[in-house]
């Protein structure tokens, strides 16, 4: 485990934590014995020191009798602390220890005291007693060995435990962390197996905790948009390919008829003129597709400058009737009042446009019409080019803005249009931050609101 | 005369085939949609139909299958820009298959081969 790990960090604490309530614990235990064992054995002491005093009471001259009161010490001194009787096991300075830390004939309660003699220790409880008006202490007392060795054997054993018990804790915690933090593994060899030709690789989530569960579905979720974008753009170059491989065709189409045998110069002005305009149609084709390259990945490239929008329409709305004159369409404009400023690409705002007027011409019959409107919607701008023309079905108008998108119906028409106008214009107004809406029904015409933020 | 109907929405392959074909002494009719050359199978002797399919939507696909319930004789060579595999996948079990931008020369050995000529 590296020290810079979240299970090594969580199961040092864990471990350690474990140790610590364990050593706690266990010294609450010392304790609560500590106390249990001296209470006891003073309730011992005291036991036999009032059956001490009992017989004492019942004979007239103690003097007489020896008391051994079992293996207790037993020892009676006078005020002046003088031993007036002594059992048999306090010999030399044993009784003279005692003697020495007797208290004073006068308490009037029992008092307990320790003696340190002879490398032994002794509990000893002093009753006051009185017999014949004279004053006697009554010591009674008895060796703390066995108490002591309990006590030490319990130290002993719970200091030996510390290591084992650490030990477990490592164990315990690394176990249950581990099995906690698996889900972050497992993320992690799924990500390795994840590449751009196999996106498949998801995250099983049943077994995992919530915390994880939402880790885990927010990148099961990303690696399905990487996906679909990667379906995206395989199924884009397939496109690409395609709309350039119809040019190509007819170019080899006429060119190899052409080359079969003698022909006129007329023949040959007519071919090569093909191959012209077909080399064109792929040059437009391969530079709208840059151009939305631009738009969509390198937005930094644009010329954005503060913009005159009614100067900027107003030149829109000329050009397009001199277009829409061919077609005898007539274009009208309503433009709000007062000046009306943004940051534009001219010229890419311009393109946007114009795109749409041509749509707006292409598909409307003669002596249709075009209306142009602008107007401020708080803190937008709503730029609208209207037609009186055939219309988009509604199931289309999700389609529209994607590329290569072109009407179905068969038209016959002179340049057929590489389905991209309307992408790239979608493109432009979002590198203005704006949007394009778009309203239609079949058969009576079509609305294109471009909606651009002022600032 | 064998007659070849070509079937294509775009002007300028249909006149390029139609060309080429009439040049190589065929008789062509054109139609631009599958309900168009619906009718022209029914009404006119055709002997071979070049079809165009529009991906990804391949509307020729299920006027193939037309072609080949109600005019067995016919025979049919799809035409379009996509690879001869996803022509295949597409269509089924059609005489051949035509990637356009190969050039006339295999246009011309195709349809030759098909007419057994």
Redesign the interface.
């Known amino acids: 485990m590296k020290i810079q790990s979240i299970k090594f960090k969580l199961t040092t604490v864990y471990a350690i934590f474990f140790t610590i309530v364990f050593v706690v614990y266990g010294s609450v235990l010392y304790f609560s014995l500590y106390r249990a064992l001296y209470k006891d054995f003073d309730y011992e002491l005291e036991a036999n020191v009032e059956k001490l005093k009992k017989s004492l009471n019942e004979f007239t001259d103690f003097q007489k009798r020896k008391w051994i009161v079992s293996t207790d010490y037993v020892n009676i001194i006078d005020s002046n602390k003088k031993p007036v009787l002594s059992s048999k096991n306090l010999r030399g300075n044993l009784v003279n220890d005692f003697i020495r830390k007797a208290p004073n004939s006068n308490i009037e309660k029992t008092v307990f005291r320790i003696i340190s003699s002879d490398r032994q220790r002794f509990r000893v409880i002093n009753m006051p007693f009185v017999k014949g008006g004279e004053k006697y202490i009554l010591q009674v007392g008895s060796s703390l060995k066995p108490v002591i060795k309990v006590l030490q054997k319990r130290i002993f054993y719970m200091v030996v435990s510390v290591p084992f018990v650490l030990t477990i804790g490592v164990l315990l915690g690394y176990f249950f962390i581990s099995r906690a933090l698996k889900p972050v593994e497992d993320i992690a060899q799924t990500a390795q197996n994840i590449t751009y030709e196999d996106l498949s690789a998801r995250i099983k989530i049943k077994l995992v905790d919530n915390e994880f569960k939402h880790l885990i579905n927010a990148f099961n979720e990303m690696i399905s948009r990487l996906e679909k974008s990667f379906k995206h753009i395989s199924e884009f170059s397939s496109y690409v390919a ?1 709309e350039l ?2 040019p ?3 170019i ?3 060119t ?2 052409a080359l ?1 045998k003698q022909r006129s110069s007329e023949e040959y002005i007519r071919v090569i003129n ?1 191959c012209l305009e077909e080399s064109q149609r792929m040059l437009k084709t391969i530079e709208d597709l840059l151009l939305l390259a631009r738009l969509d990945f390198r937005p930094e490239l644009f010329k954005f400058e503060r913009t005159n929008l009614h100067e900027f329409m107003n030149e829109i709305y000329e050009q397009s009737k001199i277009l829409a004159s061919q077609k005898e369409i007539s274009v009208q404009r309503d433009f709000a009042d007062g000046d009306i400023f943004i940051d534009a690409d001219k010229i890419h705002l311009r393109r946007l446009l114009f795109n749409l007027v041509n749509n707006a011409i292409k598909f409307t019959p003669k002596n249709g019409r075009i209306d142009f409107s602008m107007k401020k919607e708080d803190d937008k701008i709503n730029i609208s080019v209207s037609d009186t023309g055939i219309g988009i079905p509604e199931e289309d108008l999700p389609k529209i803005f994607n590329r290569f998108f072109r009407i ?1 119906r ?1 038209r ?1 028409n002179a340049e ?1 249009s590489n389905g991209l106008g309307l992408s790239i214009a979608q493109s432009i107004a979002k590198i203005h931050n704006g949007t394009i809406h778009v309203t239609s029904h079949v058969d009576k015409g079509s609305t294109f609101a471009v909606i651009i933020p002022l600032k | 005369m064998k007659r070849i109907l070509v079937c294509d ?5 249909r006149e ?2 139609t ?2 074909l009439v ?1 190589e002494g065929f008789g062509v009719i054109q139609c ?2 599958a309900d168009h050359a619906n009718e022209i199978l029914k009404d006119s002797d055709i002997d071979l139909v070049l079809l165009d399919i529009k ?1 990804p ?1 391949a509307d020729g696909s299920e006027f193939h299958d037309v072609i080949r319930l109600f005019h067995r004789e016919v025979k049919v060579i799809v035409s379009s ?2 690879s001869l595999e996803e022509q295949k996948s597409l269509v089924k079990d059609a005489f051949d298959y035509y990637d ?2 190969q ?3 295999i246009l011309l050995e195709k349809i030759k081969n098909a007419l057994e000529i």
Do not use: C, F, W
């Open positions: 395609h491989k119809t190509i065709a007819i080899r189409g006429e190899e008829i079969r093909v179905d068969t016959q057929p | 929405d775009d002007n300028k392959i390029i085939y060309r080429l040049l631009a949609n991906m939507e820009v996509y356009k931008s050039g006339t020369d």
